[in-house]
């Protein structure tokens, strides 16, 4: 079955996310590595990467996945700007390298107006400049997005596009979010639109790049463009959308992330891996 989790806070040290997770009975965590609404980075401490290991080993082989900071924009055409997200980019996957966290997502950016085209250039080109000055130990995973604004990665298209012009696009994966795909105008919430949907994804990408899921309903309808997440069930999407996820048999052992609100009590990650789980029991329909 799908490995379900969330994304959990790391304040007050990387290792107690692993405490969070494990309070809500999660078996996948995705986190942020580094206050991701700051560009200046602490180095990464040795006794942290020590502990966050050390609290990693005791849950067993749980997947861990690193979210990029949303202030990292690779397809900027302001060169101060592009030049930071280079840096701060680099510094992530680094961090993950000695984390030892195998996979770090990263919204393909925003084209500021340019065009899609000419974003997804300048997207690919710094991309293959942070992947030149880092190992090959961590997988870049390609968010899908919503096509909120000027932001590309709503549609499968610009995603292949950015793993065609790659020079290491072995390196290259996909994290698909359903609240963004669904607002973008891929339907999933009847089997035969999920399958039409997972089939043009094959087709212009190839299933073997889905690597991460992000599991969240969403407030607004198909095709809105707008990326905002709700609870499970509790949104447009609905229930019938995540049964057709949760039972295809080719995402059996993927892992899946929540990031949807919570209090700091965590009960809404627990509400809602309760109502994925009860819908692993169910065929879909």
Known sequence: ????????????????????????????????TRNQRQWQLQP??????????AAWQKTGSMPVLSHASYLINLASSKQELADKSIMAFTAEILRCEKLGIPFVVIHPGSHGGDGVEAGLVRFARALDQVMAATGAAVTVLLETTSGQGSSLGSRFEELAFIIEHSQRPQRLGVCLDTCHIFAAGYDIRTLPAYSRTMEEFDRLIGIDRLKFFHLNDAKNGLASHVDRHEHIGQGTIGLSGFKNLLNDPRFAAHPMTLETPKGVDLQEDRNNLKVLRELMAERPT
């Open 1 to 32: 079955m799908p490995i379900l989790g969330a994304h959990e806070s790391v304040a007050g040290g990387l290792h107690l996310a692993f405490d969070r997770i494990q309070q809500v009975g999660g078996e996948a965590l995705q986190i942020f």
């Open 44 to 53: 990464l401490k040795d006794d942290e990467s020590a502990l966050f290991k």
